[in-house]
């Protein structure tokens, strides 16, 4: 038995620790932002353009990982201003400052498309890539709560509706086209555009799409892997050499885990094993996924009549954003408030074990993972959280994995189909009982020591294990 969990504790932390399971960068990547300058010579006119270009991605950056209220804190690069707010000595922010070399030192790599040049000009696209850790001490060192954790994937379904009709797949639907020309994958809320062609104009239409249709959306949902389809309508009225363009983000569809059966499982999977660490309270509230119809967002954006690119594109911008804010307001990592959860993992498989440890690898409202006791079919843990647990609990949800508490105390870990057995149920609260194992009952077991630490791959957490 002792052999069996050695060799199975040490496979999950080979599993665990490889880069397949390292945290995901991808919002600290900001794409295609055009640039276009001018200088005395073409490689002027190119460097010019690239500083232009990094002051747009790290404006873009900062505001994507920060609440709204605290943009007053962030320079405004664009337009080579500082910010608005000099600090809030009572809750300890202070103001951001950045310089050209400073935001040189957050850039890791960039790439370069749709480049065309002149004796004196630069015109491209570029890609910006950011170095996490740096982006992540510059908001901590500010105070800035920040999120990075990230939605799951959804298509966007772009439907473009005007005095003279409605339009989706048609070659004049330049909202479709607006969508499409810059990717959205990157964002905190990612969504991706479809890409048009025969078998998407013969599975859903643009009425089919407004009015909702459950069975074609499901469709276009399975044949893009994603649990959801979002219908993004924009209304655009012409006046007065004006164009107003009326935005809404509609849920369109969402797969929703079915709930399991109500069965009384026996929770006695593992034992607790370890000393006594001060422990954060709280309850977590169930959250709803949006239902079906629900506004997501909802915006007006104007512009002169002649430029419906640049209307559409600060549309998208804004309405993502909108969109953005309240998911982000659920995942804040606040380092200013941190505590230790105990907590018990539960797992039937080695293959729900790497789900559950790759989703505390990922987020980071975890800063480590101490390990006391490890069976086959469950663990015992304290993880040490940045702000309120609720917002774990939002962001395990989107790793396919629960994160729960019966009384505020002790911390359960489950796929979505084991908590819903566990949850509530007589045998979790008998063995568990007022936040404590309770060895004395009949049904505990015995469980060997297989003590480890887990920390995730950032150079600002604890270290790994000696």
Excluded at 152 to 177: F, Q, S
Aim: charged share 20%; hydrophobic share 45%.
């Amino acid at each position: 038995m002792v052999r069996l969990l050695a060799a199975f504790g040490a496979l999950l932390l080979a599993l665990c620790l490889s880069p397949a399971f390292a945290a995901q960068d991808d919002v600290f990547v900001v794409p295609r932002v055009p640039v276009q300058a001018s200088g005395e010579s073409a490689t002027a006119a190119k460097l010019a353009a690239q500083v232009q270009g990094r002051r747009r991605a790290v404006d873009i950056l900062l505001r994507r990982l920060t609440v709204e209220s605290d943009w007053v804190y962030l320079p405004r690069l664009v337009r080579g201003e500082p910010a608005e707010a000099t600090g809030d000595p009572a809750l300890g922010k202070a103001a951001i400052s950045l310089s050209d070399s400073s935001m040189l030192g957050l850039e890791s790599s960039f790439e370069v498309y749709s480049e065309k040049s002149s004796a004196t000009t630069y015109r491209a696209s570029i890609t910006y890539r950011f170095k996490p850790d740096a982006v992540r001490r510059l908001l901590k060192n500010a105070r800035l709560p920040y999120s990075e954790t990230q939605m799951r994937k959804a298509l966007v379904i772009p439907v473009l509706e005007t005095d003279r009709g409605v339009y989706l797949w048609e070659a004049n639907n330049p909202w479709m086209a607006a969508w499409r020309a810059r990717p959205y994958l990157n964002e905190l809320t990612p969504m991706t555009a479809p890409l048009g062609d025969v078998e998407d104009a013969s599975t859903i239409t643009a009425q089919q799409a407004l009015s909702l249709n459950s069975a074609r959306l499901g469709a276009m949902a399975d044949r893009y892997n994603v649990s959801q389809v979002i219908v993004a309508h924009a209304r655009l009225k012409q006046s007065g050499g004006q164009d107003q363009l009326t935005v809404k983000l509609i849920n369109g569809f969402r797969e929703v885990d079915a709930p399991p059966a109500d069965v009384e499982i026996d929770p006695t999977l593992v034992g607790y094993q370890g000393g006594d660490a001060p422990t954060v309270g709280g309850g977590v509230r169930d959250i709803a996924p949006a239902g079906i119809g629900e506004v997501l967002a909802q915006a007006v954006f104007a512009e002169s009549s002649g430029n419906f690119p640049a209307l559409a594109d600060r549309a998208i911008e804004g309405a993502i954003a909108k969109y953005a804010s309240a998911w982000k307001s659920r995942t804040l990592i606040d380092h200013s408030h941190e505590g230790v959860l105990e907590t018990t993992a539960f797992f039937e498989s080695l293959a729900d074990w790497t789900k559950i440890r790759a989703g505390l690898l990922a987020t980071p409202l975890v800063g480590s993972v101490q390990v006391f006791a490890l069976s086959p079919r469950g663990a015992e843990m304290r993880l040490r959280v940045f702000g309120d647990p609720q917002r774990l609990a939002v962001a395990m949800e989107n790793y396919g994995v629960t994160f729960w508490t019966e009384d505020g105390r002790r911390w359960f870990l489950a796929t979505p189909s084991r908590a819903g057995q566990l949850r509530g149920s007589s045998a979790l609260r008998r063995v568990y009982s007022d936040g404590n194992y309770n060895r004395e009952d009949p049904a505990a077991p015995r469980i060997d020591n297989a003590v480890e630490q887990l920390a995730p791959p950032t150079d600002d957490k604890i270290a790994q294990p000696q």
